[in-house]
């Protein structure tokens, strides 16, 4: 009961005070009629973000369970840079940092005040079936199969067999998330990009003279069928590899890891992906993880400073979202990530690409 009075009394105050023109963004974007966190964003953040709305549940009796949609880190910074109040996101989740565009987006929209803090570290898991045909892959074995230019020309590869003469003359099928994915901009960059740059030298050179032509050679996904746009359900990825045996994957670590009674990872230079790998950064792909937080809404959503507490309280290693899949970060970290959200201390937007 208390819970409700102070919300109808903090709306009233944001009325007022939307009428005197006062300037907190969040009372005059209605942000105070809303008591209920709403979330968007990765789908690879987002079973955490779910495991710690149980846990604020369950800790919080009386509050309302948090919304949080999975649709993409780029789709949801769209959401969450779109405007302040009620109608926009309080929380966004990133498999991937903000750029500076997005950032640019933000501030253009009254989204200027933004807490970046990183929850823990992930991995683009490569995997495929238990009876799948243990592909062991590299880098440059990626990039010549998944690129849409590979070497500056069109993508003609069919099998494994035309990428490398020591895999199998196996279809090329590769089950991943869409252009608007985090997981998929992870993969573009951490591993195609790599793979592009030890098979063709002369993109280090284009890197540095024109990043338009440097990323459509070397980061660009093809289209013509061998990867498949499977969406950002990527337990839609774990059936079509159990009905698909010869496919391979693209997901999170978290989801081979949930899924490793009916699921292998595929070795990247010789390397398995695993808690041990990722976090001591030997595998390929290994990646920071974020929430990006509107202090606007702080005040104004009731709970949501006690959320993102909770999740601090999760991330650390042997914790409830370590068993969850997600990886910790570094104690010093965790450490400054905790300060962030004690603190409320805004991002720094020119650390931004």
């Not at 238990?130 to 990626?142: E, F, I, M, Q």
């Not at 990646?287 to 009731?302: D, E, F, G, N, T």
Request: net charge neutral; charged share 20%.
């Amino acid at each position: 009961m208390r819970r409700r009075i102070a919300l109808t009394a903090f709306t009233a105050i944001a009325l007022t005070s939307a009428v005197s023109a006062c300037t907190d963004q969040a009372g005059s974007g209605g942000a105070g009629s809303r008591d209920q966190i709403k979330i968007v964003g990765s789908s690879t953040v987002y079973p955490f973000s779910t495991l710690v709305a149980e846990q604020f549940v369950n800790a919080n009796p009386g509050m309302k369970a948090p919304v949080v949609e999975s649709n993409g880190t780029g789709a949801g910074m769209k959401q969450f840079c779109a405007g302040v109040g009620a109608r926009h996101p309080d929380i966004e989740n990133a498999s991937r940092r903000m750029t500076a565009a997005e950032y640019k987006m933000c501030e253009e929209n009254g989204v200027d005040r933004i807490m970046e803090i990183q929850v823990g570290v992930d991995g683009i898991a490569f995997a495929e079936a238990l009876n799948g045909p243990k592909l062991a892959l590299t880098p440059p074995d990626l990039y010549l199969a998944l690129a849409a230019n590979p070497r500056g020309a069109p993508n003609r590869a069919k099998t494994w067999k035309d990428v490398n003469p020591t895999l199998p003359a196996i279809p090329i099928q590769v089950y991943g998330p869409p252009a608007t994915s985090g997981t998929r901009d992870a993969m573009a960059e951490l591993i195609l990009a790599r793979g592009c740059e030890a098979v063709y030298p002369a993109s280090l050179d284009l890197k540095k003279k024109d990043e338009n032509a440097y990323k459509k050679a070397c980061q660009e996904v093809r289209t013509d069928g061998p990867y498949v746009d499977a969406g950002e359900n990527d337990n839609l990825i774990v059936q079509k590899l159990q009905s698909n045996p010869n496919a391979i994957g693209v997901f999170g670590f978290s989801y081979l890891e949930e899924n490793k009674a009916t699921l292998a990872g595929v070795t990247l230079s010789g390397i398995s992906p695993s808690y041990e790998t990722i976090a001591g950064g030997t595998y390929p792909g290994s990646r920071p993880l974020y929430l990006y937080v509107k202090q606007a809404h702080m005040s104004a959503i009731p709970g949501l400073q006690k959320y993102i507490e909770a999740y601090s309280k999760a991330w650390n290693p042997g914790g409830p979202l370590a068993k969850r899949g997600l990886i910790a970060a570094p104690q010093d970290v965790r450490q400054a990530s905790a300060e962030i959200i004690e603190n409320g201390t805004l991002m720094n937007p020119a650390r931004l690409k």
